[in-house]
């Protein structure tokens, strides 16, 4: 139960008009208004202003929405926001003087999910970095369903991330994406929190730098008998809070901060244009030349990784987004070799330790953020993919441990697929199949 309301700074948005527990369903919608991107026509542009102006044109029913497309939130020719001066220049010539389908383009850029999804409901839902609700779509319908990620009070609005996997990034890196993509300046509780707890660094002055390099206990964070200092961001200056060192907005340490994350924005960017999983069919490479991207792809995503964690340290955003894609990658491959190998060797084991480790560290930097969010958020898919690899060991202590990580998705089922769930249910109760077996399989020994 919602309801469309006026806003003074958002626009029109979706509000609450009852309570919800964690897990409700909110909203439903089994179809969307309009699929507006580049693969869901045949659309012939690299332009991907055109792409959406051929897509809107190939629809036959383009009277039935045009109103409702019209009446989602688009920037107007007057509009004093630069980001959205940018796109309403930019659409324009893709309009070919058409000022009803600039709008269209422009309603489609700013209000499309994934897969350029257009709704009639579900897109009058805000932004915010600290999201109460998450959208489910359906990949081969397009039914939609929003849920509660938090409980909900009655006249909440209903805000939802557009943020992706930058979701866990700083405050910067997020509006610098949201207005790049989205096309405007986020202001939600978060981004004008005063501290900002994905980007911290181990303190300049109580742990100097060799060459601009932390020395590896410090860079790991793992010497438990010195632990390391943090400077955290307080209005504009780091600072910190154990020796009271102070380095302002302007000095080389924040400028260094900035270009790093800067590179590795670029670098994100970079690996969603390569990664094999994005590209069309008629995208993809002979696997002469895909073997050699995912080499190239594979080194300097650790040369990012090792720039980041070497001067920014453990709890840094860049660290840890990094460490997430690298341990998705390793964890696939893991998977990859399974198959072919069926029993893991002991090089296999060594990187499943080595996985593991990457995913605590993942995890305690979510939980330093304080998002009010759950951990499976972004992370279920890695907690599955570790517990898979523990329970492929074959050995019930092993099983055992995997039901440990998996019971971080606790709370978490309305969230996950049927699939998934039923995974997670399986491999839960792997170790209790061990156990029965056990006897039986001394038997045969004996
Ligand atoms: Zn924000
Ligand atoms: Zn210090």
């Known amino acids: ?243 009271g060192h102070v380095e302002t907005s302007q000095s080389s340490v924040v400028n260094v901060i900035h270009s790093i994350s800067d590179k590795v924005l670029q670098f994100f960017e970079q690996y969603k244009q390569q990664d094999p999983n994005s590209k069309t069919l008629s995208e993809q490479d002979d696997n002469e030349t895909q073997d050699e991207e995912e080499e190239q792809l594979e080194s300097l995503l650790q040369e990012h990784l090792s720039l980041a964690s070497s001067v920014l340290g453990a709890r840094h955003w860049t660290t840890n987004l990094l460490l997430l894609l690298y341990l998705d990658r390793g964890l696939k491959q893991y998977n990859r070799k399974l198959i072919f190998q069926q029993t893991a060797d002991d090089d296999m084991q060594l990187d499943l330790a080595e996985h593991i480790d990457h995913l605590q560290k993942i995890t305690q930097f979510v939980k330093r953020l304080q998002l009010h969010l759950h951990p499976g958020h972004l992370l279920s898919d890695v907690i599955v993919g570790i517990a898979r690899a523990l329970v492929s060991l074959g050995d019930v202590k092993s099983a055992q441990y995997a039901t440990r990580w998996l019971d971080h998705l606790n709370g978490y089922e309305p969230f996950l697929s049927e699939a998934l769930v039923k995974v997670v249910d399986s491999l839960k109760n792997a170790w209790k199949r061990m156990e029965d077996d056990e006897p039986a399989r001394k038997k045969v020994k004996g």
């Open 1 to 243: 139960m919602t309801e469309v309301r006026d806003t003074t700074s958002s626009g029109k948005a979706l509000f609450a008009t009852r309570e919800y527990a964690v897990g409700d369903i909110i909203l439903q919608e089994d179809k969307p208004l309009a699929v507006l991107s580049r693969s869901s026509f045949n659309t012939t542009t690299n332009d991907p202003f055109t792409a959406i102006a051929q897509a809107y044109q190939q629809n036959s029913n383009q009277l039935d929405i045009e109103g409702k497309l019209l009446s989602l939130y688009h920037p107007q020719s007057d509009t004093t926001n630069p980001a959205e001066q940018t796109l309403w220049k930019n659409s324009q010539s893709a309009a070919q003087n058409d000022n009803r389908l600039h709008k269209v383009i422009m309603v489609a850029c700013c209000n499309s999910f994934q897969g350029g999804y257009v709704y009639e409901q579900a897109s009058r839902i805000n932004h915010s970095c600290q999201p109460n609700a998450l959208v489910n779509i359906q990949d081969d319908t397009g039914a939609l369903l929003v849920r509660a990620l938090t409980p909900i009070a009655v006249n909440e609005e209903i805000v939802i991330s557009y943020a992706g996997l930058y979701l866990y990034a700083d405050t910067r890196a997020r509006q610098h994406v949201l207005r790049r993509d989205k096309y405007f300046d986020c202001s939600c509780v978060r981004c004008q929190a005063a501290v900002d707890p994905a980007n911290t660094i181990p303190c300049t002055s109580c742990h100097p730098r060799h060459q601009s390099q932390l020395d590896e206990a410090t860079q790991y964070d793992d010497d438990d008998e010195h632990p390391v200092n943090y400077m955290i961001w307080k209005s504009d200056q780091l600072i910190c809070e154990s020796c």
